[in-house]
């Protein structure tokens, strides 16, 4: 027999779900009907996380609404039973049942953690505010945050500029929520710290697969604990960074060094990489070194050294990292996107596509940011057929959780009409709108670029259709 489950699967496999349009939404719906089955919890989990990937925050919210309105329906309906079943001692045993089945269908549309998790996700930092309403609805149900979803709201925090709410979280995180979980944080850890995902990979796994983890990480929950307060951590250290509190930032950096948690070398990283966007590359330089004075010889080294060479413009030092890096250590995602970014920034798109194709050769799966930094090298260099080339190909593994299309879409659009190539750009535009792919941004995108190229009527036309359809105006 056909299960909700089974049907959600297919859809996953199909590579629906992560692409999911209100229509193909509906035609799902429908399909549960003609098996005769009703939508759970997990129908709108699923929905709602296709929301986040989508950018669709009003249906994200409005299906959260329908969840909760089919619950109030349903449970009016259980209460109708109730009642006549108390004022009828003949009822007989089908409509026993029928009650018996009716509560049981309201206790599965439960909203519960994954719930608020994906709602969070789609909702994103720009809604922080309505975040901590439904974040406090949670709580009030009696749903408490675990750690994957404390680190979620840090993230928000942070990613919002709302440091001190990130802080107590992790205040939180530390304290009453593993109270019952103790010397999991500043304990020892058995298991092997070889091949322990890095932030970046780690991120990625907990907003597009639900936050499982890998066996070894869930049967072991000391590693699965430091696991998520050293991202929790790391993301401070981040959002401290782009504040400008760098005191704050390595104050912090130093406690995760104090506690002993697992890869304090990440938290450099994460200052290392700050340093080098603001091009303050001698500073970044000074924490490389340190990195080196405290014996912390490891990915997270050679991934920054190659990061400041390429953004640098130093090709040849990167490429000398590289090598050595290669000689006892195993180079991860990060590693060939920064490659990437260095030869794209100075134009040698044939050493680019080469460490493109060694990153495929491992077997590793390139992420959203590997596609964007190969479109925007190509769209910079011109070079707009292979830009769409390598755009197709990001669309072959779309569904495979790791590459967000509609951002892709958005840095294609930008490309097109960078070189202005108006007429390819509103083509494809045309064809993500037909199916109905849009997005704020790439309404902003269209509107914009048109302006720059001075086709003033064309950019208000994109500024009232983009109203027609729902999507908000910013400021932008």
């Known amino acids: 027999m056909k299960t909700i489950k089974d049907s959600f699967e297919k859809l996953k496999r199909d590579g629906m779900l992560p692409n999911c349009t209100k229509q193909e939404e509906n035609c799902y719906l429908a399909e549960l009907k003609i098996y005769n089955l009703s939508p759970n919890v997990g129908t709108f989990n699923s929905l709602i996380a296709n929301c986040g990937w989508k950018k669709d925050k009003q249906r994200a919210l ?26 009828n001692s003949n009822i007989n045993n ?5 009650h018996t089945t009716c509560k049981r269908v309201v206790e599965i549309l439960e909203p519960n953690l994954e719930t608020y998790r994906s709602l969070f996700v789609a909702l994103g930092k720009d809604e922080i505010e309505t975040v901590k309403i439904f974040f406090k609805d949670m709580l009030q149900q009696g749903i408490e945050p675990d750690l994957e979803m404390n680190t979620l709201l840090i993230d928000l925090y942070c990613a919002s500029g709302q440091i001190d709410g990130a802080l107590d979280i992790l205040k939180e995180m530390k304290t009453s929520s593993l109270k019952d979980q103790e010397g999991l944080l500043y304990g020892t850890v058995d298991t092997p710290m070889t091949n322990i995902p890095t932030p970046n990979e780690m991120v990625l796994r907990q907003y597009t697969d639900g936050g499982k983890l890998g066996l070894e990480q869930q049967e072991n929950p000391a590693l699965h604990a430091k696991i998520f307060i050293n991202m929790a951590y790391n993301k401070i250290i981040r959002g401290l960074c782009e504040q400008g509190d760098l005191e704050k930032a390595l104050e912090y950096l130093a406690e995760l060094e104090t506690h002993d948690f697992m890869a304090t070398a990440y938290g450099y990283g994460e200052i290392i990489s700050y340093f080098i966007s603001r091009k303050e590359f001698k500073r ?13 010889i490891n990915i997270t080294y050679y991934n920054m050294q190659i990061l400041l060479a390429g953004n640098q413009g130093n090709t040849e030092a990167m490429k000398e990292y590289f090598i050595a890096m290669k000689s006892f250590l195993i180079p991860n995602l990060d590693t060939f996107n920064y490659l990437i970014v260095g030869f794209g920034k100075v134009g040698d798109l044939e050493s680019m596509f080469t460490s493109y ?8 799966q390139p992420n959203t940011f590997t596609f964007e930094k190969l479109i925007s090298a190509c769209g910079e260099k011109n070079q707009m057929k292979t830009a ?3 755009f197709r190909a990001s669309q072959a593994i779309h569904g495979k959780l790791l590459v967000d299309v509609h951002r892709l879409s958005e ?53 009232q259709e983009m109203k027609s359809f729902g999507i908000v105006p910013s400021s932008n």
């Open 62 to 87: 409005e299906l959260v609404e329908e969840l909760k309105e089919l619950r109030v329906k349903l449970n009016a309906n259980n209460s109708n039973n109730s009642n006549n079943n108390s004022n």
């Open 357 to 364: 194709q060694e990153l495929l050769a491992t077997k590793l």
């Open 388 to 390: 769409l080339k390598i």
């Open 94 to 98: 089908n409509k026993k049942v029928e």
């Open 411 to 463: 840095v294609l659009i930008k490309c097109y009409m960078q070189n202005n190539e108006l007429e390819a750009a509103m083509k494809y535009f045309d064809e993500l709108k037909d199916k109905g792919h849009l997005s704020h941004f790439m309404y902003i995108s269209m509107i914009f670029n048109s302006t720059r190229m001075g086709n003033i009527d064309l950019a208000l036309k994109y500024f």
């Open 284 to 296: 970044a330089q000074n924490l490389i070194h340190d990195l080196k004075r405290k014996h912390l």
